[in-house]
């Protein structure tokens, strides 16, 4: 199996930034594929961006030029860095690994506000 741990969120001002990390642990040799996803009040959960095991990154439109999506393989971690962060980027922000080819793990989520 695969554990995912969040951090990083928080409160910040219109154009600001975060840098989330999530941090996995167990098999983690099995991971072909991570992603952050979000999920905002009253809204279904969306991706964000996603990164494979060989380095190849994939971004929802409106973030692209805003968010990067890297990863540090020697520490089993990836980043989310939100620059130009507006209003409407406030939500609840999700790491998702796929290992063992079609098994899935989430992470327990990791809040982020952003006031106008």
């Known amino acids: 199996q695969v554990q995912l741990v969040e951090s990083g969120g928080g409160l910040v001002q219109a154009g600001g930034s975060l840098r989330l990390s999530c941090a996995a642990s167990g098999s983690t040799s099995s991971i072909r594929l991570m992603d952050w996803y979000r999920q905002a009040p009253g809204k279904q959960r969306e991706l964000v961006a996603q990164?494979?095991?060989?380095?190849?990154?994939y971004y929802l439109d409106s973030m692209k030029g805003r968010f990067s999506i890297s990863r540090d393989n020697a520490k089993n971690t990836v980043y989310l860095q939100m620059n130009s962060l507006k209003p409407e980027d406030t939500a609840v922000y999700y790491c998702r690994a796929q290992y063992d080819i079609i098994r899935i793990s989430w992470g327990q989520g990791t809040q982020v506000t952003v006031s106008s």
């Open positions: 990164i494979t095991a060989g380095g190849s990154t």
